[in-house]
């Protein structure tokens, strides 16, 4: 017999096999010694008193044993198959690949940046030396931006598309199965380069391909339908089905659409800074103890906070709000171009350092680009590197090229410059300015009053130990590719896919991992049907 229950339990009895044992059996009525077995399928932190719980969602198996799950990966040999050709390796690209794969369908990835692991001289060059690569970074590369900046698998678009599968083709590639059962599931910045090079051999060992140091040029097109792609270097990859999946930073993408004619839109996205507190003061707030007295139970705390503040100029109200939170975290520089500076931070699986940082944006609508109106659909991405540059400007002044200008909390809400600067995980380093005057009035003026109402709701929060890293830019895109609803395809391009985060259609590692697997059933589809 099975029983799919639900209970609330101390830290302890989550943790102790026997006692979780007895705790569930005292909740069903039966004796601890009828169940055979407990099998953990969600799983989350109650820590909204002092007196923290784990609610468990389980199934208790009594008199019987279950079956050991199995995790695959496809397995079918597609090397002589009709093929698709992707472009990009990120999340998107690689499951895309893996979903055409299980329909038979032969994936052809090219992918401007490096193999993961020949990713990390490069990622040592921009936090030692300021050396930005632009085609290896920490958002180019394979596994995309996602593989060194922490790998947060939490998503809210449970209705989009089959989570679960998802997250059980990352278990069949290497990820602890407990990303199954937490609700907030994260695999770690220095695990899952292992995982991407699993996948990519799966792709591999079915008759896939995948071609790195490729940068695509241009698309070749024929009465408004996709015959294949130009490279940097003048190679030509034929296909009439490609899925376009570069990514949200890949501006020069953006820009060889606009060149060539085909239709890209502005649309809203969201800037800021990255603040960065100690994690002991996290942790006091959150579960509401002493600094340095976490339970040992305990994972390092995260928060989030979303705030509506005055619109400025235009009216109405503005969105501020944390973004991508990593508890035991690290800042990273994540510029994809020389003089600029970009924010990003990450978290290594144990989220064993002493800061935690997070994201903190503003809303940007399409009127707060009207100045940039000039440049059409990419008004919002000139104006994202706009801000960009004068972060740059502030920082390499006086510092390295790629040294952020930062500033203490409590003196950018009050628009005092800081003398000086607490420690910070941001490697290349960072050097004290005035972020109060140097960001638009639209963003600076928006995050301090947006800091005012978290101060009377997160006392703690509000303190010169955090301090401000300026520009965390790249949390979304600031275009959009149209496609057809129906079809996937571009509204305009017969045969032509765009997807995940690049195209504005996702946002983090599971949400594009279920566009690029949508995409790809639509390019079935579309093969099926001709």
Known sequence: MIHHHTIQVSLEEDADETLLKAAVADSLGIAAETISMIRKRKRSLDARSKHINVHLQVDVYVG????????TAPQRDVSSAPSA????????????ALRLIERGIKPIIVERGKPVQERRRDLAAINRHHVVNPDSNYCFGEGGAGTYSDGKLYTRSTKRGDVRNVLELLVAHGAS????????????????????????????????????????TALMLHNNRIEGVQTASGQEFLSRSVILATGH????????????GIAIEAKPFAMGVRIEHPQSLIDAMQYKSSRGERHPLLPPAAYSWVEQVHGGKRGGERGVFSFCMCPGGIIAPCATAEGEIVTNGWSPSKR?????????????????????QEFGALAGLRFQESLEK??????STKGGLQTAPAQRLVDFVQGKFSATLPKTSYQPGIISAPLHEILPPLIGRSLQDAFRHVAKKMKPYFTNEAVLHGVESRTSSPVRIPRNPETLEHTQIEGLYPCAEGA????????????????????WRKLGAT
């Open 504 to 523: 504005g259609y996702a946002g983090g590692i599971v949400s594009a991992a279920i566009d690029g697997q949508k995409c790809a059933e639509a390019v």
């Open 352 to 372: 064993n350092n002493p800061y935690a940082n997070s994201g903190v944006v503003v809303a940007i609508n399409l009127p707060d680009i009207a100045p940039w």
């Open 64 to 71: 019987e044993t279950p079956l050991e799950a199995v995790y």
């Open 85 to 96: 050709l992707i472009i990009g390796a990120g999340p998107a690209g690689l499951f895309a």
């Open 390 to 395: 004068i972060a740059f400007e502030a920082g």
């Open 249 to 260: 930073s890949a501006r020069d993408v953006f820009a060889m659409l606009h060149r060539q």
């Open 177 to 216: 199965e407990d990303i199954l059962v937490e609700a907030h599931p994260h695999i770690g910045t220095n695990k899952l380069p292992q995982i991407i090079t699993s996948i990519r051999e799966s792709i591999l060992r079915s008759g896939g391909e995948v071609h790195f140091g490729t940068r695509v």
